[in-house]
């Protein structure tokens, strides 16, 4: 095996006549780099996209949300859902809400949102989003979407008026001023441009909701677990509550993004197939080159399998060089991406302004040792052409 071992390096090395072994070996090698990486990045894009819309989508909307089955109101004392919880409570915070739509008007202008009644202490979710003003509420302040304070032209301390809808066309019309506290700008264009925060004790006044609340939101501090926390809370409320993860609010988008998945992992899985069948294409030619020395080994007695041994191992080099420098190129490019964002895309329709690009060591673990196996096969096949060769044939016409 050793001496397989080095008749291969030195084939890989060779500089004799115009190269082409030590040609054919580093085009396979830039190959298979190329295919390795072009998945692997492919599969970091993904991990990455997926990442941060969850981060987003979670960051406003919370983890699971509990609420009436049609969207009514409902006393909260009647459930205690945090006394239920509280076994829970160092995984998840769980805080009450109210969600109502109105009419928000500024001097002449005026828009539908989407407002949102919560407790000051819960509103901490929001601190990193906030670009001016504060995320602290106080009584008749309003934080609103940085979309929104562009479309209406507002800034802060202005003062606006909320109107409920469900009150607009009659003579007892219920309304509120307000004054801008703080915008934030969560990245989801449509998002900011519909919701509104206020504090709880005035949504319940301006909807005139007396005690009832529209639902809980519980955020989990490690994800990872969100599943059995959905559990719990399921078994822990009856109808005609119900709970809702945010992937089962928003199963369309991350349907859209399995549906993606599979068809990208194909295109880009043929590219690292092309630089196999490339290998394949390369050991067969360098066999046909190295026709004669394979005869004369053969006529001074080494066996066939130690001469199959050489290409398989050459194979196997091959293979190992071009899965490792196209991990590599991998990595670089995505520290590269993550650290200084080369690569932009528009926030208004991908949530984010910058490709995120997720490294994922089990992926790449997974596709380097998929290659190698593949590269392994297609190599040992490869080279038992080369224990066909007889040695009369091989030297007849040296």
Same mark, same amino acid.
């Given at each position: 095996?050793?001496?397989?071992?080095?008749?291969?390096?030195?084939?890989?090395?060779?500089?004799?006549?115009?190269?082409?072994?030590?040609?054919? #070996?580093? *085009?396979?090698?830039? /190959?298979?780099? %190329? =295919?390795? !990486?072009?998945?692997?990045?492919?599969?970091?894009? +993904? @991990?990455?996209?997926?990442?941060?819309?969850?981060?987003?989508?979670?960051?406003?909307?919370?983890?699971?949300?509990?609420?009436?089955?049609?969207?009514?109101?409902?006393?909260?004392?009647?459930?205690?859902?945090?006394?239920?919880?509280?076994?829970?409570?160092?995984?998840?915070?769980?805080?009450?809400?109210?969600?109502?739509?109105?009419?928000?008007?500024?001097?002449?202008?005026?828009?539908?949102?989407?407002?949102?009644?919560?407790?000051?202490?819960?509103?901490?979710?929001?601190?990193?989003?906030?670009?001016?003003?504060? #995320?602290? *509420?106080?009584?008749? /302040?309003?934080? %609103? =979407?940085? !979309?929104?304070?562009?479309?209406?032209?507002?800034? +802060? @301390?202005?003062?606006?008026?909320?109107?409920?809808?469900?009150?607009?066309?009659?003579?007892?019309?219920?309304?509120?001023?307000?004054?801008?506290?703080?915008?934030?700008?969560?990245?989801?264009?449509?998002?900011?441009?519909?919701?509104?925060?206020?504090?709880?004790?005035?949504?319940?006044?301006?909807?005139?909701?007396?005690?009832?609340?529209?639902?809980?939101?519980?955020?989990?501090?490690?994800?990872?677990?969100?599943?059995?926390?959905?559990?719990?809370?399921?078994?822990?409320?009856?109808?005609?509550?119900?709970?809702?993860?945010?992937?089962?609010?928003?199963?369309?988008?991350?349907?859209?993004?399995?549906?993606?998945?599979?068809?990208?992992?194909?295109?880009?899985?043929?590219?690292?197939?092309?630089?196999?069948?490339?290998?394949?294409?390369?050991?067969?030619?360098?066999?046909?080159?190295?026709?004669?020395?394979?005869?004369?080994?053969?006529?001074?007695?080494?066996?066939?399998?130690?001469?199959?041994?050489?290409?398989?191992?050459?194979?196997?080099?091959?293979?190992?060089?071009?899965?490792?420098?196209?991990?590599?190129?991998?990595?670089?490019?995505?520290?590269?991406?993550?650290?200084?964002?080369?690569?932009?895309?528009?926030?208004?329709?991908?949530?984010?302004?910058?490709?995120?690009?997720?490294?994922?060591?089990?992926?790449?673990?997974?596709?380097?040792?998929?290659?190698?196996?593949?590269?392994?096969?297609?190599?040992?096949?490869?080279?038992?052409?080369?224990?066909?060769?007889?040695?009369?044939?091989?030297?007849?016409?040296?």
């Amino acid at each position: 095996m050793k001496f397989s071992l080095l008749l291969a390096l030195k084939h890989i090395r060779s500089d004799h006549k115009s190269g082409f072994i030590k040609t054919a #070996s580093t *085009l396979s090698i830039i /190959g298979l780099s %190329i =295919g390795v !990486s072009a998945l692997l990045i492919t599969l970091f894009i +993904l @991990n990455g996209f997926e990442r941060v819309i969850s981060e987003k989508i979670t960051q406003v909307d919370g983890h699971i949300r509990v609420k009436h089955f049609l969207n009514e109101p409902f006393n909260p004392s009647i459930y205690n859902l945090e006394k239920k919880l509280s076994t829970q409570m160092n995984s998840v915070s769980i805080s009450q809400y109210t969600q109502n739509t109105a009419l928000l008007r500024k001097g002449q202008f005026a828009e539908g949102v989407v407002v949102e009644g919560m407790n000051e202490e819960d509103l901490e979710f929001i601190d990193k989003m906030v670009v001016e003003g504060s #995320s602290r *509420l106080i009584d008749k /302040g309003v934080i %609103i =979407g940085k !979309s929104l304070a562009d479309l209406l032209g507002i800034s +802060l @301390n202005d003062k606006i008026t909320i109107f409920d809808l469900t009150t607009l066309y009659l003579n007892n019309k219920n309304f509120m001023q307000f004054n801008i506290q703080g915008i934030f700008h969560s990245g989801m264009t449509e998002y900011d441009k519909s919701s509104i925060f206020i504090k709880i004790e005035d949504s319940k006044s301006l909807f005139n909701l007396n005690e009832k609340i529209s639902g809980y939101v519980i955020r989990l501090k490690k994800i990872d677990n969100y599943n059995v926390i959905n559990k719990t809370v399921s078994s822990n409320i009856s109808y005609p509550l119900m709970s809702m993860t945010w992937k089962e609010k928003n199963r369309a988008l991350y349907k859209w993004l399995n549906v993606q998945r599979w068809p990208i992992l194909f295109i880009f899985s043929l590219i690292t197939l092309v630089a196999i069948i490339n290998i394949i294409s390369s050991l067969s030619m360098i066999v046909v080159d190295k026709t004669t020395q394979i005869g004369l080994l053969s006529a001074i007695g080494m066996p066939s399998s130690k001469i199959k041994n050489i290409f398989f191992i050459k194979g196997l080099i091959i293979g190992f060089l071009g899965t490792m420098l196209g991990s590599l190129i991998a990595i670089s490019l995505a520290t590269l991406q993550n650290n200084f964002k080369i690569i932009g895309v528009p926030e208004d329709i991908y949530f984010m302004n910058f490709i995120p690009i997720d490294i994922n060591f089990i992926q790449i673990l997974t596709i380097s040792t998929m290659t190698l196996v593949i590269t392994s096969f297609v190599s040992y096949s490869t080279s038992a052409r080369s224990s066909k060769i007889l040695p009369s044939q091989a030297l007849k016409y040296e």
